[in-house]
């Protein structure tokens, strides 16, 4: 069963970086696509980043230029390097992994960016 497990969030303040990581287990991970979500309590989910197991990558254009989604297929990791964060940056972060139909989720690591 796949398994993911998000790190790296925390507190910062506006202008600071944070780099989240997202582990992978249960399967092989250079077939999945694999993504970033954040969610603000009472919102849906959205699309922060993605990355195709080709290596494309995707942005929302509210992150585009400050966020880098990568992955490491030998440690069967993602990461989402995020810069320049804004108060608005304030979620909890989730990772998603995808292999058509599944689609697996992990718990989610918070992230707040305040004065």
């Known amino acids: 069963q796949v398994q993911l497990v998000e790190s790296g969030g925390g507190l910062v303040h506006p202008g600071e970086s944070l780099r989240l990581s997202c582990k992978f287990s249960?399967?092989?991970?250079?077939?999945?696509?694999m993504a970033w979500y954040r969610q603000v309590a009472g919102n849906s989910r959205e699309l922060v980043a993605s990355?195709?197991?080709?290596?494309?990558?995707t942005y929302a254009e509210s992150v585009k230029g400050r966020f880098t989604i990568s992955r490491d297929n030998p440690r069967s990791t993602v990461y989402l390097q995020m810069n320049d964060l804004k108060p608005e940056d304030t979620a909890v972060y989730y990772c998603?992994?995808?292999?058509?139909?599944?689609?697996?989720w992990g718990q989610g690591t918070q992230v707040t960016v305040s004065a």
């Open positions: 998603k992994a995808e292999l058509n139909p599944r689609e697996y």
């Open positions: 249960g399967s092989i991970f250079s077939a999945f696509y």
């Open positions: 990355v195709t197991i080709a290596a494309r990558t």
